[in-house]
C-alpha cells in the first residue's frame, strides 16, 4: 500500500508540475500612455495582406473593382492593411482613443519596399459610425479600396483616421469639419504609424520622410487643414492635393442658407452643428433653437449613427433633402433679404432643380435661425459673395456675430493667414452639386492667386475641356459620365428617362469626381516627388 | 469545464476504487500481485471536428485541425479482484499541432495545411477494467469505461499563425473532461510481465481564443481523440 501511494503521488506531482511548466505566447504590449498621438498596441493588427497579383484579382472580381482598376493600373505592390489604433484629442480637448489604417506596400519590386513616401488621407464624409476605413475585407469599404489600390499597391505608404467618433471611439460626436480637431488628428495618426511601421511585418518598407497629404470631401478640408498645421508646426510637407472640399466654409455657408441647397445638407447640417456646438459650446442652448420641432429631439446626438441614413431618413429623424421651409420667412423689415430666401426660381439657373429640393415641409432648420444667420451675412458680407466680389475674395470683414456663421468663420481655410509653402493641386468637379466647385476651390484659388500665378498651386476641374497636364483626367471622367448617363438610359440601368437619368448622374456626380481627383494627385505626387527634393 | 460527464460515473469509481484499497489484501489472491506499472507508446488520432474560427476579418471557411501525434505512454493499474482493476493512465504531453483548414491562403498568408499553433497536451485517464477471463490466462482481454481530464499548455502561435492572425497573438483552449472507453489485450510473458495492446476513445471540447491586440477569435472544437497503446508491463 505504501508503494502505491508513493507512485501515485509521483505521478500527479509530474502532472501538476507539466501544468504549471508552460508558457504562452502574447499579444502586442499595450501602451499605457493616452498622449496624443500614443499607438494603442505596437505592432498594430494586419487585417488582411494580399499580394499584388492576388489584389489584382480581388479587384477584378468585381463590376465596380475593374472600373477602378482601369484608373488605377493593374497593382505593382502587394498591400499589408493594419488597423491602427492611437489616442488623439476631441473638440474640447478631450483625450479619446480613435482608429485608422495603415497601408503598407509590400513586395520585391524595388517601389514596394524600402524607403517609401507617406501618403496621410482623409476620407469623404461618412453617416455610418462604423467605418472602418482599414478594413479591406468589408466589401463596402470603397474608399479605403480606392487608396488602397491607388496609392499602397502603387508603392506609397497610405496613413488613414477613421475620424474620432467612429469606429472604436468612445468621443460621443464627430468633430466635423473642426480645422483644429482633425488635424491634430491627422498629425496623431501619422505620429502613430510612424511608431508602427517598424514593428510591422513589412519591416523593410520604412517612411522615407516624404510626406503627401490629401484627402476628399470632408478629407479635402481636413487635407488643407492639416497642411495648414503642419506648415504652422514646422513640418516637413512634400506636397499637398486637397479634394472636393469645403474649404471657404464661410461662402458656402452663406450660400446654403441664402437657397442654395447642397445634396446631402441634411446629414451635413445635425454633423456640423454638434460638432461646433461641442468645440465652442454656443451654436444654440437647446437644439430647437436651430432645428424645427419635428425633428429637434435627439438630433444633437443623432449622426454619425449605426443606422443608415436611408434608414433615418425612413423613419422620419431626418428629411431627405428639406433643409428649409418651402414658405419664405419674412425678414422683419427688410423686403430684399427675404427674397434672398425665397425659393429659387431662376429658370435661366440650371442648378435650379437642385437647390429646390432643398425646400419642403416638414423641414430641418427652423426659420428664425435661418433668418439670424442670413442678417448677420447680408451685413458683415464673405468676400466672395460680396456685391461686387471682392478682389481675392476675402473673409468676412469682421468676425461674424451670430454662432454657426461664426464656427464656419473660424474653420474656414481663408482664416489664419496662410498660404501652402508645397506644392499643391486643388482638384474638383465644376458641377459638384454636394461641394460647390467655385463656392471653394475657386474661391481658395482667387485667395491665394499670388501662389496660382507662381504654380505652386495649381487647379483642377475634371470637367473642364481637357488640357494641360490632366487632360486624360478630365477626359476620362467626362467619358466617364458620358458611359454613365447611357447606362442609367438602357435597360440595364432601369430605362430612365432622359431627365431621371440625368438627376441620377447628378446625384452621383461628387462621389465619381472621387477616382479621377485622386488619380490626378497621384501624378501630381509622383511628379513633385521626381522634382527636386529640399 | 463546460461538458461534464454524469456526475454518477466518476462517484460510482471512486466508491470502487476507494473500497478495493481499503479492503483487506487477504482478499485478493495471493499468486497474483497486486500492482502493474506499463510502459510504451502511444498513437494518438485526434478526430478533430471544429465549427471554424470566428471573429473579425476572417474570410469563410477557415478551420482548424491538429496533427496526429506518437507519445510515451505510462500506467499504473491496481488489481481490484479477478474481474476489476483500475488504471490510471497517461502520456508525456505530446507537442500537439494545430493545422489551418481551408483555403490555400488568407489574403497571400499560406493557410491549408500549416501549422498555425503548438500546444503541449496533458490527458490523464481514470478507467475501471473488466476483465473477461481468468487472471490465469495468457491473453486477458478487457474493457474499461472512465473519465479523461485533458488541459493545455506551453501554447504557442507559429510565427506563420501570427502572420495569419495578423500579429503577436495570445492563445488559450480550456480544460475539458470527458468520458473514456478502451478495450484492451494482456498478454501473460511470465508471472511479472506482460505485453498490452489497448485502444481509447475518449471526448474532448475545448473553446479556443485566439486574442491578436484586442480582436478575440475563437473557435469550438470537439476532439474524439482515439489512441493505440502498445505497452509492455511489470507486476508488483
Redo the contacts between chains.
Sequence with gaps: ?K??RS??GA?ASA?VL???????????P?NDSTVHGTLV?N?????????AA?FQAQLASTASGQQLLQLTGNPSC?VDFY?L?FYTLGAANETTESSGALMVPTGAAGSCSGPRPIVLYAHGTQTLQTINIA?I?NSANTEGALIAAMFAAQGFIVVAPNYAGYDISTLGYHPFLDAAQQSGEMMDILTAARAGLPKT?AASTTDSGQLLITGYSEGGHVAMATLRAMQAAGAKVTAAAPMSGPYALEAFGDAIFFGNVNLGSTAFAPLLTTSYQHAYNNIYSATTDVYSSTYAAGIDKLLPSATPIDALFQSGKLPQTALFDSTTPVVPGSAALTALLAVPSDPNNPQTPLFDLGFGNPYLVNNDYRVSYAVDAASNPDGALANPPLAGAPLAAKAPTQTLRNAFYLNDMRNGNWAPMAPTLLCGGDQDPTVFFSLNTEVMASFWSAEVSAGLIMVLDVGATPAGPFAAVQAGFQTSQAQLLAFYESAAGGSLPPAQAAQQLVEGYHTNVAPFCSLAARAFFTTVLQGPQP | MKKMIPSTLPAALVALAAGSFCAPTAARADDVPANSIRVGMYAIFYHVTSSGIQGQYIPPGVSLDLKDAQTPYFGYIRRLNSKFDVELAFGVPPNTKTIGRGPATVGSVPFNGQTIATAKWLAPSVLLEYKFLSESSKFQPYIGVGVNYTSFYDRKVTAIGQQGAGGPSRLSLTSSVGPVGTVGLKYQLATHWHLNVSYSISRVDSDIKLQTADVVRTAKVHFGPQALVVAAGYAF
Excluded: H
Design positions: 500500500m508503494r502505491f507512485a501515485l505521478m502532472i507539466a501544468a504549471c511548466g508552460g508558457s504562452n505566447t502574447d499579444t502586442a499595450t498596441e505592432p498594430p493588427l494586419r487585417i488582411a495582406s494580399v499580394d492576388a502587394g488597423y489604433k478594413d475585407t511585418f
